[in-house]
C-alpha cells in the first residue's frame, strides 16, 4: 500500500522539472494540477454517488428481508449505471407554465454547490484540493446554496406540490442549519483552527482523543442536524411521497432529475464526510500501528461508516410531522447546542 | 426533572428501533428470485390440464368416452370420437379452449380412464390469442411425462370371468364356513 500524495508529489516534481526544461512557464502547470484536481473530485464523487444509490437498496433491502437489485452485474452492482444512462436518454419536459431560465438553472445550481464543497474536503494526508484556512466555515456556506437550488425547483415548476415541497426544505434547512453551525463549533474551539487538515492533525492518531469523545453531545446535534439538512428520512417532509408525490423534483425528468439525485447522495456522503473530518479523526488511522494502511483509505471507510449509519437511520425511523420538526429545531436543538458550546469552553478554559 | 427523564427515555427508544433493524440486517432474505427459480408445485395444484399417456403402452388413456366434454360447466373442451381398426374408440380431435377454462378441475374428477389431469405449469400466457387453443398433439406433449396414480385399477387379466363367478357368492356372509374356506 502507498500513500498517494507522496506519489502524486513525485510526479509533479517531475513534471516542474521537465516544463523548466522544455521552457513552459510553471504556472501553466499548476493550473493543469487544478484541473487534475477538480476532475478527479468530480469523478470520485460520481462514483460515490452511483456506489451510494445501490448501497441504499442493497441496506434497504436487506433490512427488509428482501435481496434488492440482483440481476443487472453481480448482486445489482452496475443496476444505478444503467438506471443513469436510462435517464440520459429519457426526454425533457419542462412544464407549459414553468418559469423556464429558473427551471433550468435550479439543478445546475444544486449540482455544483454540492460538488464545491469537495475543494476543502481532506480526502487523506495531503489530498486536499485547496487547504482554506476557513475551511470548515466555507462548507457551512456552501452546502446552504441547495435551498436556493431547492427552492428554485419549487417555485419554478409551477405546480403546487413542488412549491409546497421547496418551502418546506427552505424552512427546514435554514432552520437545522443553526444547531447544525453550533455543533460544529465545538469541534472548532477544541482545534483552535476552522481548516480542515488541521482540524484532522489536532486529533492526532488515537481514538479516544478524536473529538467524537470530548463532543458527544455535538456529535449527536451534528448527526441529527445533518439527518435533517439533507433531506432524508425522518426529516423528509421536503419529499413526503405520501403529502406532495415527490417534492420539489416532481417536474423535473430526464438528466434534470438525475442531477438532483445524484446531487441528494453527494450531500449525503459531504455531511459524512464532515462528520469524519470533525468527529472521527478525518484520515488518521485509529491507533498508531495501523498507519501501514493508507491515510486515504481509512478517510473513506470511515465516511461510507458515516453513511451507513444515515441510511440506518432512513430505513428505521418514521417521518416528523412539520410542527414536531421545527419545534425539534428550535426548542431542542438550538438551546442543546449553546450548552454544548458552554461546556466546551469551560473544558477549553479549564483543562488548558 | 422529568422532561429530562422523558428525553433520554425517548432517545434510548430510538436506539432500540435501531437495534431492531440492525438485528434483521444480516438474516437471510425470503425473496424467491422468479424467473430464474421457482416454488415447487403441489401434487394437486390446478394449472394447465393435459391429456395423459400410459407409460407402457405409449398412447393416450383417453378412450373419447365424452363425459368430460358434457361435464365442463364452461364448454372448454370439444372431443370427436373415432374407432381404429381393432374397433376401440380413440379420441381423433381433443381442444381445450384455454381461454375459458376454469380450472375447476371436474374433467379430472369424472374421468373413469385417468386420461386427463390438471397439472402444477402456470405459465402458459402467449401474445397470440389462437396459441391458448391446444389440440391433441399439444396436450399428449404436455402430459407425457407427468406423473399420475392410478384411479382405476387394472382388471385381474389372466382369469376374466371364473373367477368372478366365484367371488360373488364368498361376498355374501356364510359365518359357519369361513374357516374351512380359508384353510
Known sequence: MFELDKALLAVYNFLQGWFISVGIPVLVLDLLVMLFAGIMVIVVLLLAALFLVWWERKVSAHIQDRLGPMVTGPHGTLQTLIDALKLLQKEDTVPASADKRVFFWAPVLAFVAAFMAYIVVPFGKGLIARDLNIGILYIIAITTFTVISLLMAGWASNNKYALLGGMRSAAQIVSYEVPLTLSVLGAVMLSGTMSMNEIVEAQGPYFWRWYWLPQILGFGIYLIAATAETNRTPFDLPEAEQELVAGFNIEYSGMKFAMFFLAEFVNMFTVSAIATTLFLGGWQPPIPGLSFIPSWVWFIGKTLLMVFVFMWFRWTYPRLRVDQLMGFAWKFLLPLALINIFLTGLGVYIFR | ?183
Not at chain 2, 432474505?29 to 394437486?44: D, G, N, S
Open chain 2, 1 to 183: 426533572m422529568g422532561a429530562i427523564k422523558d428525553t433520554f427515555k425517548g432517545f434510548w427508544n430510538l436506539l432500540i428501533g435501531l437495534k431492531t433493524t440492525a438485528k434483521y440486517l444480516p438474516t437471510r432474505a425470503v425473496t424467491l428470485q422468479y424467473p430464474y427459480e421457482r416454488w415447487p408445485m403441489p401434487e394437486r395444484s390446478r394449472g394447465v390440464v393435459v391429456l395423459l399417456t400410459d407409460p407402457d403402452s405409449g398412447e393416450l388413456n383417453c378412450n373419447a368416452c365424452l363425459v368430460c366434454m358434457r361435464q365442463c360447466p364452461v364448454s372448454a373442451i370439444t372431443v370427436t370420437q373415432a374407432k381404429n381398426e381393432k374397433g376401440e374408440r380413440y379420441p381423433d380431435s381433443f381442444t381445450i379452449d384455454n381461454t375459458i377454462c376454469c380450472f375447476c378441475g371436474i374433467c379430472e374428477e369424472v374421468c373413469n380412464f385417468d386420461g386427463i389431469k390438471l397439472t402444477g405449469k402456470y405459465e402458459f400466457s402467449t401474445f397470440n390469442k389462437a396459441d391458448l387453443f391446444y389440440d391433441k398433439q399439444k396436450l399428449q406433449e404436455l402430459g407425457r411425462d407427468v406423473k399420475y396414480e392410478k384411479k382405476k385399477k387394472p382388471k385381474p387379466a389372466p382369469k376374466p370371468a371364473a373367477p368372478a363367478a366365484e367371488t360373488a357368492p364368498e361376498s355374501a356372509p356364510k359365518p359357519n364356513d369361513t374357516a374351512e374356506d380359508k384353510s
